[in-house]
């Protein structure tokens, strides 16, 4: 999230090393049935499911036929003729059974089974902090952990998971997915082997949560709306309730034209998930309006021009540099970062007639890469104020591990460099914006 890659965003891997017992782990096996009607489409596939040889599963509009026992190999990237040597064969085209008014999770886990739309859905404004899953991950079980309340405990899932200790936090955005839809990776752990062993935790401990791709560090592409249906399939349960994707780094604007065109070909399968592009900005003050990015100008472009209706404009707003009226609002000679969140917006609505109910917000909470851009409990109240007023679809900040006090004086990954007691930005915001 942050423009600096060294922060919270390192990029660190041991050896992935994926057993026969690890796979059959976390989902049934499917024995072999009978075909679906060629005009109906199967099952959608799941990443989490064992199929026995002549399983039939879809993805996007395509159905496919296991060739042998597999689990975890996404059929619209390892298919191919028999005996190509591929553990799935393409049965051909198919059209989606109907969904009895588009589904909500309908208690589906792993990407459902009624067309893929085994999704949670979001109302009113999303509070999400981002988790950076590298810092304090569990690189034996690939389980999300945090050590915010100064002991090392999971994500969700226990007794004794951050879960259980802020119940008013009910949602996160992952971060992040790196590479190529359906090879994807977080941080170096494999994108079947990260879902198998965090969307259980928290779809059971009733998180909901965004995946978040790309980042600072990183980039993430998709060429079509079936590899993006089967990318969401992988991570989708009732509470998954969005994809975002963070532009920031590797991505040409044929690339994010591609990925705004893969997110529109997969609402229809999806048509309750949100897609959320998160971009850098400035907060000009001086009546220039100045804030994205080329960048930001090509992605926003695209989506006007594309299919895409759930979308969002997330804005980070963080590292706006040194004080002046051309990137920030200047208070007492420093940027102040809660006003200059709110100029952002206002200077997204002028550009580009974006409606507040599809803009969201990421600060940086405490202090940021830039030093002198210090974001306050103060800034807290200001930014959620905005956002109930306005009706702004969601806040965030980065990063959740951070939200915790240290005396150094530079941003860092694992504290937010201010006195503030643990968790004190987590609970000023829910209790900022009535959650």
């Not at 782990?25 to 009978?34: D, H, M, Q, R």
């Not at 208690?107 to 981002?130: D, N, R």
């Not at 996160?172 to 965090?198: I, M, Q, R, Y």
């Not at 089967?230 to 991505?251: C, K, M, N, T, W």
Request: charged share 10%.
């Amino acid at each position: 999230m942050t423009r600096t890659p060294s922060i919270g965003r390192r990029i660190r891997r041991l050896g992935v090393v994926t057993s026969i017992a690890g796979l059959v782990l976390g989902g049934a096996l499917v024995t072999a049935g009978p075909a679906s009607a060629a005009t109906t489409c199967a099952p959608t596939w799941s990443a989490s499911t064992a199929y026995s040889g002549g399983a039939s599963v879809s993805t996007g509009s395509t159905n496919y036929t296991a060739n042998w026992w597999t689990q975890g190999d996404d059929p619209a990237t390892h298919s191919g003729a028999t005996g190509s040597g591929q553990p799935w064969t393409s049965a051909g085209s198919c059209t989606p059974a109907s969904t009895g008014g588009g589904g909500t999770g309908g208690g589906g886990t792993g990407g459902g089974t009624g067309g893929g739309t085994g999704t949670g859905a979001t109302t009113g404004t999303l509070f999400s902090p981002y988790k950076d899953v590298t810092v304090n991950l569990n690189w034996n079980t690939n389980v999300m952990q945090t050590a915010i309340t100064g002991s090392t405990i999971p994500v969700a899932g226990g007794s004794s998971s951050l879960a259980t200790k802020v119940p008013k936090l009910r949602a996160l955005s992952l971060a992040f997915a790196t590479g190529t839809c359906g090879s994807e990776n977080w941080g170096g752990v494999a994108g079947d082997a990260f879902a198998k062993a965090n969307v259980p935790a928290l779809d059971a401990a009733g998180v909901d949560y965004v995946v978040s791709t790309g980042g600072a560090a990183g980039s993430f592409k998709c060429t079509s709306g079936a590899a993006m249906n089967a990318f969401i399939a992988r991570y989708a349960s009732p509470h998954l309730v969005g994809i975002d994707f963070d532009i920031e780094s590797g991505q040409s604007a044929a690339d994010i034209r591609s990925l705004v065109s893969s997110a529109a070909a997969a609402q229809a399968q999806y048509p309750k998930l949100r897609f959320s592009f998160t971009l850098a900005t400035l907060a000009a003050s001086n009546g220039s309006f100045a804030g994205l990015n080329s960048t930001g100008d090509t992605t926003v472009t695209a989506i006007k021009a594309s299919g895409l209706t759930n979308y969002t404009i997330n804005l980070m707003t963080m590292d706006f540099g040194g004080a002046s009226s051309a990137v920030c609002v200047v208070t007492n000679g420093a940027c102040d970062m809660g006003a200059s969140t709110v100029q952002a917006v206002k200077n997204l609505q002028h550009t580009y007639g974006t409606p507040s109910n599809k803009i969201e917000v990421t600060p940086m909470i405490g202090v940021n890469d830039v030093v002198s851009n210090v974001f306050t409990l103060a800034d807290v109240d200001t930014v959620s104020a905005y956002a109930r007023a306005n009706a702004l679809a969601g806040v965030h900040y980065w990063s959740l591990d951070r939200d915790t006090p240290c005396a150094q004086s530079t941003a860092s990954a694992t504290c937010s460099s201010r006195p503030d007691a643990a968790l004190s930005y987590t609970n000023r915001f829910l209790t900022a914006l009535g959650k």
